[in-house]
């Protein structure tokens, strides 16, 4: 029996005839040059960006970027912004929209150290759960990729901070951390998250001048499977509805039955 060559192609061309070991050896050269092509990356880059806030800004360092190829790389460099590992995660009822301001104060130990890990590790992003995670089949309504600015640290470990959302995210596995040098304290939520492309709807962003004018004052959540709601308000004469309001308003949407019945218009919800 021929010997064994250790490459995985040699171990599958054991049996075949030395003509057609050439040949198979040769379609997958092939093979593997076409799937490594630009013409090939490029169309799967575009669709996989399609929707992301940062794409205009990935197509033009692909574009800029002179060593050939140069798709397949850029793709698998992008994933790895699309795919986080290990972010942390805050839970608190709130209304919560791309670009519109939120302070928080936070002082328990937990969420002291996750606007560190935050910094340190995901530019300053995290996750905002408005609800408990993966409580609801709609998790990804209420889980945000948020970013930390203007942070400050008090001296006795405090921190004030703005949040600002730039997109909803899907969350993947989930588990707690104790928090370093702080036995007993509440533990750290974190997730393997993907953020989600922006919803055409949302993709009008609120200028920060404008999010100064309705930045709410947010309190730490108690805990992190609290379902407290955040109360309805009037801003500049527009409701902010809860997440469960806009819920039900996006069902109303595709039920004309349950929207005649109420004596609502069409028109109407989608102005709510």
Not at 99 to 121: N, Q, S
Not at 240 to 254: A, F, T
Request: glycine share 6%; aromatic share 8%.
């Amino acid at each position: 029996m021929r010997q064994l060559s250790d490459d995985a192609l040699g171990a599958a061309c054991v049996f075949l005839s030395p003509e057609d070991a050439a040949r198979y050896r040769e379609t997958c050269s092939r093979a593997a040059d076409v799937a490594g092509r630009d013409a090939v990356w490029a169309p799967a880059c575009q669709a996989r960006w399609a929707g992301r806030r940062q794409k205009d800004g990935w197509l033009a360092k692909a574009v800029g970027d002179g060593t050939l190829p140069k798709w397949r790389r850029h793709y698998a460099l992008r994933e790895r912004e699309v795919k986080r590992a290990r972010v942390p995660v805050f839970a608190m009822s709130a209304y919560l929209e791309i670009g519109r301001r939120t302070d928080l104060h936070f002082f328990e130990p937990r969420y002291k150290w996750l606007v560190r890990l935050a910094a340190e590790l995901h530019g300053g992003l995290f996750v905002f759960c408005t609800s408990a995670p993966m409580v609801h089949a709609r998790s990804p309504a209420f889980s945000w990729v948020c970013e930390a600015r203007d942070v400050q640290l008090l001296p006795d470990g405090r921190a004030n901070l703005s949040v600002f959302p730039v997109a909803r995210c899907a969350l993947g596995k989930l588990w707690r951390e104790p928090v370093p040098n702080c036995p007993g304290a509440p533990q750290l939520t974190f997730a393997d998250v993907e953020e989600l492309p922006v919803a055409h709807e949302e993709r009008a962003l609120v200028t920060e001048d404008d999010a100064d004018d309705d930045g709410s004052d947010g309190l730490e959540g108690a805990d992190d499977d609290s379902d407290a709601s955040e109360s309805d308000d009037e801003h500049d004469g527009t409701l902010r509805l809860s997440p469960g309001h806009r819920q039900l308003l996006e069902l109303l949407v595709h039920n004309p039955d349950a929207m005649e019945e109420l004596g609502l218009t069409h028109d109407r919800v989608l102005e709510l």
